[in-house]
T-cell receptor, first 116, second 112 residues
Framework: GAVVSQHPSWVICKSGTSVKIECRSL??????MFWYRQFPKQSLMLMAT?????????EQGVEKDKFLINHASLTLSTLTVTSAHPEDSSFYIC????????????FGNGTRLTVT | DQQVKQNSPSLSVQEGRISILNCDYT??????FLWYKKYPAEGPTFLIS?????DKNEDGRFTVFLNKSAKHLSLHIVPSQPGDSAVYFC???????????FGSGTKLNVKP
């Protein structure tokens, strides 16, 4: 069964509004979660590393004021796309790893964001 | 700077035959490698992994081979089934760093 849950699976919003995406680790505690973005026919691009109790680490070229990440608990990280524009339309995927069990990286099912 | 590369964007194989997906990397510090399978509009699903202390790892129909000197790994699927049709991503990491780098994916089509 899924060990990482992501919600919502799809969302449509208007330009200028904000959208929040949740990522939960279901049966383990994740001090670190990762947020990826996938463009059509392209690879997974790491956007940021979400760290529980501290600031996220953003990859080069990713606007931290645009993509707000909060990791308030050991099982929940949120990504908020602020003041969304059509170019933010994409497939966003979170992932986490159970370090205690030394598991591989597990992914949520992704969120398809469409900004109109 | 892409540290993990999958140079074949697509591969077509007949059902029952072997599928071989290739992946190259540039960072010699990578010591943990994974393969993921992805269907459209879904998150990637973990398939198989290998650490750098091994050169082969097998799990059912899936075998991953690692050639450290060539910085190359491959995924073999035998026998291939139509349900294997998906995009396959390879990924690499330095195990303690917990950060994963992905290739661009290879779309596998297994024809009945």
């Amino acid at each position: 069964g899924a060990v990482v849950s992501q919600h919502p699976s799809w969302v449509i919003c208007k330009s200028g509004t904000s959208v929040k995406i949740e990522c939960r680790s279901l049966d383990f505690q994740a001090t670190t979660m990762f947020w990826y973005r996938q463009f059509p026919k392209q690879s997974l691009m790491l956007m940021a590393t979400s760290n529980e109790g501290s600031k996220a680490t953003y990859e080069q070229g990713v606007e931290k004021d645009k993509f707000l990440i909060n990791h308030a608990s050991l099982t929940l990280s949120t990504l908020t796309v602020t003041s969304a524009h059509p170019e933010d339309s994409s497939f966003y995927i979170c992932s986490a790893r159970d370090r205690v069990r030394n598991s591989p990286l597990h992914f949520g099912n992704g969120t398809r964001l469409t900004v109109t | 700077d892409q540290q993990v590369k999958q140079n074949s964007p697509s591969l077509s194989v007949q059902e029952g035959r072997i599928s071989i997906l290739n992946c190259d990397y540039t960072n010699s510090m990578f010591d943990y490698f994974l393969w993921y399978k992805k269907y459209p509009a879904e998150g990637p699903t973990f398939l198989i992994s290998i650490s750098s202390i091994k050169d082969k790892n097998e799990d059912g129909r899936f075998t991953v081979f690692l050639n450290k000197s060539a910085k190359h790994l491959s995924l073999h699927i035998v026998p291939s089934q139509p349900g294997d049709s998906a995009v396959y991503f390879c990924a690499a990491s330095v195990i303690n760093f917990n950060k994963f780098y992905f290739g661009s994916g290879t779309k596998l089509n297994v024809k009945p």
